[in-house]
């Protein structure tokens, strides 16, 4: 879900500023509202936890450039049924800076249009579970149509902001259009996999109740909301 450099650049930067920063305030009240329900030291825990999680999609896991960008098993679904919206937020913020600091530094100039790309889909998909998981219901109860729908409105929120910035950036051409269906087409892969992940680490959650009594996961991954 890299921007690749050249793709927006000029003055047409500026609006990844703009949504970079609107996305970082969202996120800050959300981790406001996380700290009061569960403690700080819980969500600094599960804050670092998610921050090497997602440093390790990003340059551990397998990795492969596809049409006019890569695609990497980002497991948003995953981070956010077990750590929630906030600490998976800024896992999400601090792991790709961390990559992007020390091993890519060329994607810096693109920091605010991938750190939009993935944390608009993370507060679509926190939406969706209000809507979509009962509040009777805690995550480890949750069904495979349910982490199947989280997962396809995550990697679906990602591929629909790669194509906007690419368009943005590059205008509309074949060559364009091309390169964004082979990489729509490639993400079905992580797609059809993420759900798979969800459900057996909430699996081996339900083994591990004493998690409860730690800090290191979301309240609601045992508790009925």
Request: glycine content about 10%; proline content about 4%; charged content about 10%.
């Amino acid at each position: 879900m890299h921007i690749e450099p050249g793709i927006v650049d000029g003055t047409k930067m500026v609006l990844s500023y703009a949504t970079a920063a609107a996305s970082m305030g969202y996120l800050g009240k959300l981790a406001v509202a996380n700290i009061r329900e569960q403690g700080l030291p819980s969500f600094v825990q599960r804050a670092l936890i998610t921050s090497l999680a997602v440093f390790s999609f990003f340059e551990v896991f397998p990795h492969y450039p596809v049409g006019v960008s890569e695609v990497h098993f980002i497991l948003g679904s995953t981070l956010f049924l077990l750590f929630g919206a906030a600490a998976a937020g800024v896992g999400l913020v601090l792991g790709l800076a961390t990559q992007s600091v020390f091993f890519a530094p060329q994607d810096l100039p693109q920091y605010g249009m991938n750190v939009t790309t993935l944390l608009v889909p993370l507060f679509g998909i926190e939406m969706l579970a209000r809507r979509l998981i009962a509040p009777g219901t805690a995550y480890v109860e949750i069904s495979y149509r349910q982490a199947l729908a989280l997962s396809t409105a995550f990697q679906a929120g990602i591929v629909g902001w790669v194509i906007f910035w690419v368009l943005y950036g590059s205008g509309f051409s074949v060559e364009t259009f091309a390169g964004l269906a082979k990489f729509g087409g490639a993400y079905m892969s992580v797609i059809l996999a993420e759900p798979l992940v969800d459900l057996a680490l909430l699996a081996a959650a339900k083994f591990a109740h004493g998690l409860s009594r730690t800090g290191f996961v979301v309240n609601r991954l045992y508790n009925r909301a």
